[in-house]
């Protein structure tokens, strides 16, 4: 690994202005599992690191005025612990649980993988599903980013150099819908995503019309990316398996995959059909019993 | 230079390293406690997994000045003067560990899992086990020797925790 | 005779012998407990099962694996010791036009600089002295070496490898394997043929035995290069003494093999080289020749210093050795009632650029290919080619998991297309005691049927006999 200088913040404002004075040449870091992964063989290190990992105001889960925020430096450990998310959203913590293992985990933050900007990563799909907003802060002020536009391409996010992404807010309108997570990988330990699905839908208890269907996929484009074809065929209908199947048919089309060493774009495919199907059926056993705000 | 201040087995201990210099590296080089491994360097492999406030992690992926002020627990820390810790009595009876290169890193997930856990189920007990690689003995024996300690502080109480 | 045998006990708990030792001695480095081995050399007889079959064994050395006081090779330091990085070719063909390395000699922290023409004897390997420890002229993978520095630190090391600049002249790389085998395709170690490894086993009369038959199958099955992954990477330590010995320490699992290679390529007498195997993290073949050794060597001499070079993971995965993939076409004919009467198979091994372990792999590879099954009729034929990728050797069976996947494989379609079920076709075609090899060797012991059933009654397979 190449030399490079080191500044702790102590807060998040202290994390901005510090920030603020190194950028653009600095790199943050948080729980490292990405960016001390990446620097050790590159030939290009950053000349100043700031540490954010200490920033305490960060580490929260709350439940706001605005909805369920989620600090950026929660790690994914602190996500699978927390009664709040499990008692609201079992879906991130599965999610959670299929990052990595126990010690990148223990490390780890939520916004940090984020941050990675990769189409693989484990977090993405639930929180767009769920139809997350980012908070970033800067010297400018704090301004929210919909997750669907914080993406730009492989690795690429909007996030300009002087932006520290804080929190992760899922909107109050969205608290405790079900929602349901699945990550196919070549194997169950430590594997990335071939393709992962995430799916959330409010049901009407008594008629068991469907109502705000979000489809979220991952690993099958340049970002994490919505399906809304697949979500504009459930919308207002009762979600028969026949309903499940086509929306999962449609997210395939809607799906961009490559071919690599991993999988053929052909097989991932077949695996976006299956795994948004079998999301929204997870998602739907929760919800034909949960009435919308309770 | 980075001045860092750690707690490691029980001991404080304040050294002087470049700001680049990993947990790893402050462990192996600057404290020449080198039961922590160096294997892949990029938190695949588990075998430089030590445990932090409690907490397994791969102690390539820190940077030595994010532990500064932390407690940090190393293998050589897990045996006393007077007994081996059990994990370690388990891991040599039930000859959990061939070449031996990935034990330490092994012996230290699983630790950090029965502080937590004393009574894990194998599932829980893979799922501890899964960040670290093992090419020799397969995973079974550990799994064993984990379980086997699990079994013993269940029915001694008082051996909780070296 | 009556034979009397010492199992060893197994070793009492550590609670119990804590009580029976000193305990201040347990605080670092404990020492393992003497074992007690069988002193009498048992002759194991056919058939019976040995005594150490079912029994636990505990390791003498699992003690220290557990305190994590067992030390290998990056455990140690020797005082005033330099680490050194190797740079890597990144091409998979080229020629080396000229390799330019000023820049990196003057920075500050950098102690010397080493080109594969300052090696004495540039070539090394276990058959094929093929090999270039650092490729001087040509680059025949883009694991290849073209340099390496020495420096005061790994990180000053790995910055300076940047700085040596290669100007090569690239060449277009074969990298099929099939490719590779046909003639008119232009050597990569020219004047010698890509074939550089080739062996026939043949038995009965193949033409007879498919006419006879009364259904043929024919099918091509491939796989893929494996990495040995051992956890703990490639290193070696050298250090030369006053009378011009050098002193390695090393991974290395074939210690004296590699001592050998060391002083040809040092061009020294053996006499000259002692080779310290040191505690090995993990082999699994990938440790049976030497990589870093000769490099070490000549920087310590160059610099009077003990220098070190421990592989990245990137280095372990470029620059060792790997597993052979194959291409393996194999034709079979069985009766009706699936008895196999004859198989054809042709076998291309990918060999990389070098030769390793490649002519054991061949013949292992070929002499198992027609699976533990009668065949009156066979003609097994086996290349090994090069290839501008990284090398093939050694590895955990060296071609017969390969080969057994495809024999298997084919068992199995042809017990799908004849609605036989696939323990019984094998039970109708496996060895017993007295068949005789593909080579001719008679077979004893032999327990193919037995073992079949039984590891199909445990698991219950359906077509299980009672």
Redesign the interface.
């Known amino acids: 690994m190449r030399a490079f200088d080191v500044v702790t913040a102590k807060d998040s404002r202290h994390a901005v202005a510090l920030l603020a004075e190194h950028a653009p040449t600095a790199k943050v870091i948080a729980g490292g599992t990405d960016l001390l992964a990446d620097l050790k063989f590159s030939s290009h290190g950053p000349a100043m690191v700031v540490d954010i990992s200490r920033v305490e105001d960060l580490k929260a889960i709350t439940i706001t005025d605005e909805g369920l925020s989620i600090g950026a430096l929660v790690t994914h450990t602190a996500i699978m612990r927390s009664p709040i998310i499990n008692d609201m959203f079992p879906a991130l913590v599965h999610a959670a649980h299929t990052i990595g293992a126990v010690q990148t985990r223990n490390l780890g933050t939520l916004g940090g993988n984020l941050v990675t900007g990769v189409p693989s990563m484990d977090s993405g799909p639930t929180l767009m599903a769920l139809e997350a907003i980012i908070v970033i802060l800067s010297p400018a002020g704090r301004r929210q980013v919909p997750m669907a536009e914080f993406f730009l391409g492989p690795r690429k996010t909007v996030l300009k150099p002087d932006e520290l992404l804080a929190e992760i807010l899922i909107p109050k309108q969205n608290l405790g819908k079900p929602t349901h997570f699945l990550k196919f990988g070549l194997r169950k330990g430590q594997a990335l995503a071939l393709v992962s699905a995430a799916a959330s839908v409010w049901v009407d208890v008594d008629t068991q019309i469907c109502s705000a269907p979000r489809i979220s996929l991952g690993a099958v484009a340049p970002t994490v990316i919505r399906a809304p074809k697949a979500e504009a065929h459930l919308d207002g209908r009762p979600l028969t398996a026949d309903a499940m199947a086509e929306a999962g048919r449609i997210a395939a089309s809607e799906a961009k995959p490559i071919s690599d060493f991993r999988a053929s774009a052909g097989y991932r495919r077949e695996l976006v059909a299956v795994l948004t199907k079998r999301a929204l059926e997870g998602a739907y056993e929760l919800a034909k019993t949960k009435r919308r705000g309770a | 230079m980075a001045k860092v201040t750690i707690t490691v087995n029980g001991e404080a201990r304040t050294v002087s390293v470049p700001p680049e210099t990993t947990l790893l590296k402050l462990l192996r080089e600057h404290l020449n406690l080198t039961g922590a491994k160096l294997g892949c360097d990029v938190g695949d492999c588990g075998a430089c997994t030590v445990i932090v406030n409690g907490k397994s992690v791969n102690s390539c992926l820190m940077l030595a000045s994010q532990v500064d002020g932390f407690d940090v627990l190393t293998i050589e820390g897990l045996a006393t003067t007077d007994q081996l810790h059990p994990l370690q009595t388990a891991f040599e009876e039930k000859g959990s560990l061939q070449c031996g290169f990935c034990g330490p890193g092994v012996i230290m997930s699983a630790k950090a899992l029965l502080d937590e856990e004393p009574d894990p189920s194998v599932e829980r007990i893979r799922d501890a086990l899964a960040g670290n690689l093992c090419r020799c003995t397969g995973y079974s024996k550990m799994i064993e020797a984990v379980q086997a300690v699990a079994n013993s502080v269940n029915s001694h109480p008082s051996v909780k925790s070296a | 005779m009556e034979k009397k045998t010492v199992v060893a006990e197994?070793?009492a708990?550590?609670?119990a012998l804590?009580e029976s030792v000193e305990?201040?001695l347990?605080?670092?480095p404990?020492l393992a407990p003497l074992s007690p081995l069988p002193l009498e050399v048992l002759v194991p007889e056919a058939r019976q099962q040995t005594p150490a079959v079912g029994q636990?064994?505990?390791?003498p050395?699992?003690?220290?694996?557990?305190?994590?006081?067992?030390?290998?090779i990056?455990?140690?330091y020797l005082p005033g010791m330099l680490f050194a990085k190797i740079k890597r070719a990144g091409v998979a063909s080229a020629r080396i036009v000229s390799i330019d390395t000023k820049e990196a000699e003057a920075m500050p922290g950098v102690v010397a600089v080493l080109t594969g023409a300052e090696i004495p004897c540039n070539s090394f390997g276990p058959s094929l002295k093929d090999q270039p420890v650092l490729a001087d002229t040509r680059v025949f993978h883009a694991g290849d070496g073209v340099a390496a520095v020495a420096a005061v630190t790994e990180?000053i090391a790995a910055?300076a490898i940047?700085k040596i600049k290669v100007e090569y002249e690239m060449l277009t790389p074969v990298l099929d394997p099939l490719e590779s085998l046909k003639l008119e395709t232009p050597g990569l170690h020219a004047p010698n043929p890509n074939i550089y490894g080739h062996k026939v086993i043949k038995k009965g009369d193949i033409a007879k035995g498919f006419a006879e038959s009364d259904h043929i199958f024919e099918r091509t099955f491939r796989t893929q290069m494996v990495e040995?992954?051992?956890?703990?990477?490639h290193a070696s330590v050298a250090t030369w003494d006053a009378n011009g010995r050098v002193t390695i320490y090393s991974t290395l699992g074939r210690i004296t093999l590699g001592r050998s290679d060391v002083a040809r390529t040092l061009g020294i007498p053996m006499s000259r080289v002692r080779m310290i195997s040191t505690?090995?993290?993990?082999?699994?073949g990938g440790k049976n020749e030497i990589t870093t050794e000769p490099v070490v060597a000549l920087l310590s001499k160059k610099t009077g210093r003990p220098v070190k070079c421990?592989f990245?993971?990137?280095d372990e995965f470029i620059s060792s050795t790997t597993r052979h993939p194959l291409i393996m076409d194999y034709k079979t004919g069985v009766s009706k009632e699936g008895k196999i009467l004859a198989r054809q198979i042709r076998l291309v091994l990918d060999g990389g650029a070098y030769c390793s372990w490649s002519e054991t792999t061949l013949g292992k590879a070929c002499i198992l290919s027609a699976g533990p099954y009668n065949i009156e009729n066979l003609y097994a034929e086996a290349f090994v080619v090069y290839t501008n990728k990284t090398m093939t050797g050694a590895m955990r069976g060296f071609g017969a998991p390969q080969v057994c996947f495809a024999y298997e494989s084919q068992m199995d379609d042809i017990a799908t297309a004849l609605k036989i079920d696939p323990m019984e076709i094998r039970l109708l075609n496996a060895f017993t005691n007295g068949s005789l090899s593909p080579t001719g060797q008679t077979l004893h012991s032999v327990v193919v049927k037995e073992t079949l059933i039984q590891a199909a009654q445990r698991f219950g397979w359906n077509g299980a006999p009672s």
């Open positions: 197994k070793s708990p550590a609670q804590l305990l201040e347990l605080r670092a404990a636990r064994a505990t390791r050395d699992g003690r220290l694996h557990g305190l994590g006081q067992t030390k290998f990056d455990d140690f990180q910055e940047e040995h992954v051992p956890l703990e990477p505690i090995v993290g993990g082999n699994f421990l990245t993971r990137p």
